[in-house]
């Protein structure tokens, strides 16, 4: 695996992600790109990373708490996401708070939604009593479900937005993340999972590449000036 500068858009990056703006993945002679949960076709192409034959998966195979990842997603990418970058880029004091307040209220809906899904693989409401049938009911539902070691769909799109929110976020706008017994022991889990720790830089790092977007430079990418024009996320 190669880690390049988006910012430069090697030719290499471009030819797995046309775009140049998420990370892209190249398998035999097989392209994927924008991997994300509009048609969620990505985590059931990708293999086990770690054992093939493990048959491991991101998505659940239980259709009502798969819908309900599916709604997950989308209100990572259509709200979660943009409010982020419209905190982190706003100027003034007022359009500071106020976007500060739906960055907050957009995390707590996703909270909303986690309980939800809880509720839907209670394995008493699915008259589930074997500890195999209770794995198999909430495999693939990530690190919000106790007793799950592996990460989810959800976990992998929205921790990395969650991790710079505690850095980033903080040093720049004095964010706080949303209090929560339940929410923080989630975070706690996904920030020391090994597979997410491999994909994270140094605070430093997140600070300086991030400061172009707090200061709202011009022409600092692509995501900048959509946001910055109020349209939607390229």
């Known amino acids: 695996m190669d880690e390049v500068d988006p910012y430069k858009k090697p030719k290499d990056l471009l030819e797995v992600s046309p775009k140049g703006l998420v990370p892209g993945l190249s398998m035999r002679v097989r392209l994927f790109w924008s991997i994300s949960t509009k048609s969620n076709k990505g985590p059931s192409l990708l293999p086990p990373i770690t054992n093939p034959s493990a048959k491991r998966s991101h998505l659940t195979t239980f259709k009502d708490a798969r819908a309900l990842v599916r709604l997950q997603s989308d209100h990572i990418n259509r709200s979660v996401v943009p409010a982020f970058y419209r905190f982190l880029q706003a100027q003034d004091l007022d359009a500071q708070i106020s976007a500060g307040k739906e960055y907050h209220a957009s995390i707590e809906t996703l909270v909303g939604l986690f309980e939800r899904m809880e ?11 074997g500890e195999g049938e209770k794995k198999a009911l909430t495999s693939g539902l990530g690190l919000w479900i106790d007793g799950n070691e592996d990460l989810g769909w959800v976990d992998v799109m929205v921790g990395p937005w969650l991790y710079r929110s505690k850095n980033v976020l903080k040093h720049y706008r004095g964010f706080e993340l949303p209090p929560g017994t339940k929410f ?38 692509q995501v900048a000036n959509a946001i910055n024009s109020g349209r939607g996320l390229p």
Request: aromatic share 16%; proline share 6%.
């Open 184 to 221: 923080n022991k989630w975070l706690d889990r996904l920030f020391q999972h090994p597979y997410f720790r491999r994909t994270c830089s140094t605070d430093d790092l997140y600070l300086d590449s991030y400061e172009r977007y707090a200061f709202n430079r011009p022409n600092t990418s």
């Open 119 to 129: 509720k839907e693989v209670d394995p008493a409401k699915n008259g589930v009593t």
